[in-house]
Nanobody, 115 residues
Framework: QVQVVESGGGLVQPGGSLRLSCTAS????????MGWYRQAPGKQRELVAE???????NYEDSVKGRFTISRDNAKNTVALQMNSLKPEDTAVYYC?????????WGQGTQVTVSP
């Protein structure tokens, strides 16, 4: 059974930084993309950033220039460095792994940006 585990969420003041990490284990097929999604209360889950196996990246417009996604293919890990955080970044952040023909999700980690 594939496991996807996130870590690194927490409470931070506006303008602060957080780093989220995600590890996928028991992977059988090669991982295509790894990405971060978020869901704020009352809103739909949305893509924040994703990265392919060759390092191509895609960011949601509101996080461009503030967030950076990175990946270690050998360790099946993906990280999201979040800088200049804003209250509107508050959400549960989920890691998604696309392996073979399947999507796997982590359990989510809470990020709260508040004075």
């Amino acid at each position: 059974q594939v496991q996807v585990v996130e870590s690194g969420g927490g409470l931070v003041q506006p303008g602060g930084s957080l780093r989220l990490s995600c590890t996928a284990s028991r992977i059988i097929f090669s991982i295509r993309t790894m990405g971060w999604y978020r869901q704020a209360p009352g809103k739909q889950r949305e893509l924040v950033a994703e990265i392919t196996s060759i390092g191509s990246t895609n960011y949601e417009d509101s996080v461009k220039g503030r967030f950076t996604i990175s990946r270690d293919n050998a360790k099946n890990t993906v990280a999201l460095q979040m800088n200049s955080l804003k209250p509107e970044d508050t959400a549960v952040y989920y890691c998604r792994v696309y392996s073979g023909s399947y999507m796997y999700w982590g359990q989510g980690t809470q990020v709260t940006v508040s004075p």
